[in-house]
Structure formats: structure tokens, C-alpha cells
């Protein structure tokens, strides 16, 4: 079972830049498609970036325009950078496979954007 380990998050100020890692312990990058999701307090989990295998891009309405996924094959390493960031982008941010693995879920990074 694949391991993802997701690290970057913080307290950010309304405007500010915060950029997210996701370490893979095996190669996965080249076969499988990968997204960053995020859960906020009492929401649902969803689906705010996704990455192809091919390195296609597709974002969120909500996130389009701000944030923006890549990805580094050799270092088995998603990334996503978060520009503009809004109050309504706190949440705990995940990557995972599309569709995910149920059993590869990390402890996600925490994103807070407050003033």
C-alpha cells in the first residue's frame, strides 16, 4: 500500500501563498492520476486539483485561477501552490490517487487562512 505524506500547510493571511507537498513512498506518478482534496470543518471531502498520469491539469470552480498542481516524477512528489488564498480555502488538504485509495488517506496538512 502506497504511503502519502502531505506537508506545507499553515496560518496564512486573506491574499497570501502557501505551497503543499505530497511525498509518495513508491513511484505512482506515471501510472495514476493524483489530486489534491480537502475537507473542511462539517463539509464533505472534495476534489480541488487533479494531475494526470500525462500531466494534464483540472481545477475546483472554486480554486480556479489561484491554485495550481504539479508534479516531480523522480522525487515521487506532488505539489500544490495556493495563491490568493481566502478564509473559505481552511480546511485539512489531502492527496490521493483518482479515484482514491481508501487505505492511502495520510494525516493531511491543515491550512488556515485568517487575518
Known amino acids: 500500500q502506497v504511503q502519502l505524506v502531505e506537508s506545507g500547510g499553515g496560518l496564512v493571511q486573506p491574499g497570501g501563498s502557501l505551497r503543499l507537498s505530497c511525498a509518495a513512498s513508491?513511484?505512482?506518478?506515471?501510472?495514476?492520476?493524483m489530486g489534491w482534496y480537502r475537507q473542511a470543518p462539517g463539509k464533505q471531502r472534495e476534489l480541488v486539483a487533479e494531475?494526470?498520469?500525462?500531466?494534464?491539469?483540472n481545477y475546483a470552480d472554486s480554486v480556479k485561477g489561484r491554485f495550481r498542481i504539479s508534479k516531480d516524477n523522480a522525487k515521487n512528489t506532488v505539489y500544490l501552490q495556493m495563491n490568493s488564498l481566502k478564509p473559505e480555502d481552511t480546511a485539512v488538504y489531502y492527496c490521493?490517487?483518482?479515484?482514491?485509495?481508501?487505505?492511502?488517506w495520510g494525516q493531511g496538512t491543515q491550512v488556515t487562512v485568517s487575518s
Open positions: 490521493n490517487r483518482i479515484p482514491p485509495n481508501q487505505g492511502s
Open positions: 513508491r513511484s505512482i506518478f506515471l501510472i495514476n492520476a
Open positions: 494531475i494526470t498520469s500525462g500531466g494534464s491539469t
